[in-house]
Nanobody, 120 residues
């Protein structure tokens, strides 16, 4: 099983990035895929979650209206489009997968993360 994030980088405040999470080794369409973020010394925060049926679609209040999650089952990939980025969005972003419809803190599989840095 692998989850590989990409698309992180350095961007100015107000800019955009699109993160990708490519999955392999499990039946992708049966899993909810979530994005989480965490900085050293901070608690992990759930950012967004997407299941194939949209039942468990979730956005954290801090990103609503700015971030959009989507998935392409044909490519086993989930995307996180991040617009109007703020310095407080700076974090390591992780994708994770769980069998079912809802993301929780207890996901089945985790990626290694991609760093997003937003400069002011």
């Amino acid at each position: 099983v692998q989850l590989v994030e990409s698309g992180g980088g350095l961007v100015q405040a107000g800019g955009s990035l699109r993160l990708s999470c490519e999955a392999s080794g499990f039946t992708f369409k049966d899993y909810a895929i979530g994005w989480f973020r965490q900085a050293p010394g901070k608690e992990r925060e759930g950012v967004s979650c997407h299941s194939d049926s949209h039942v468990g679609l979730y956005y954290a209040e801090s990103v609503k209206g700015r971030f959009t999650i989507s998935r392409d089952n044909a490519k086993n990939t989930v995307y996180l489009q991040m617009n109007s980025l703020k310095p407080q969005d700076t974090d390591v972003y992780y994708c994770a997968a769980v069998d079912g419809y809802y993301c929780t803190g207890y996901m089945d599989y985790w990626g290694k993360g991609t760093l997003v840095t937003v400069s002011s």
